[in-house]
Structure formats: C-alpha cells, structure tokens
C-alpha cells in the first residue's frame, strides 16, 4: 500500500501534473493505492493516468479528499482498464472537471466546485 496524505501540498512543475501514475506493460495485482487530503494548485491537470509503452490495467485506487485549485486543465482524469477506483469527496476551485470510464467496482461521488 502506498500513501499520501496529510495537508500537503504539490506544486506544478512547467508542463507537469499534480500527481501522474504512470504504468506499463505489468499488469498491477492487488494495487492499493490510497491518495488523501492533499492541495493541488496550478497544474496543467491535477492527478491523471499515463500510459508508457503499454495498456496494463490498474485497480483498487482511492483519490479521495484533494482540493484542487487554479488547475487549467482537469482536476481528476483516469483512463484505460479501470477496475475499483473511486474518486469521492475533491473540491475543485477554479480547476477542472472530475472523469473516469465506467468500470466495475468503479464509483465517483460527492465531488463539488467552489
């Protein structure tokens, strides 16, 4: 299990996303990935999927809790073989929109703007 949490905050590099879980060839097994209570500001996109040399799946991911601010491009968007995401209670503050694909076990909920 790998996670983050508490308050922190991520600064935007030039052209980088707040958070990007990169993944490959490997299919992930028994992945949990847990993403809390962390402030995200001026990123070209907040937390987002990014493929490098292969479509693996990717599964049981929480993001939960973020607030997003000044994001000029989406807040939360992941993409590909989705299983048990769930994204659930981000606040986005001039940021933008909250996606992920149907999927199995797949839940967003209680996501707001201000």
Known sequence: MFTSGGGSAAAATP???GMQIAVG???L????LVVAD?????SPNGIQTGYYGGSAPVHD???TGHSFRDDSGPSVELWGQLTNVSVTGNIACQGGHFRIPMGAGNIM???TDC
């Open 15 to 17: 052209g980088g996303s």
């Open 25 to 27: 060839n490997y299919q």
């Open 61 to 63: 991911i929480a993001i």
């Open 29 to 32: 097994f028994h992945l949990v």
């Open 38 to 42: 962390n402030t995200f500001w001026g």
């Open 109 to 111: 909920d209680n996501n």
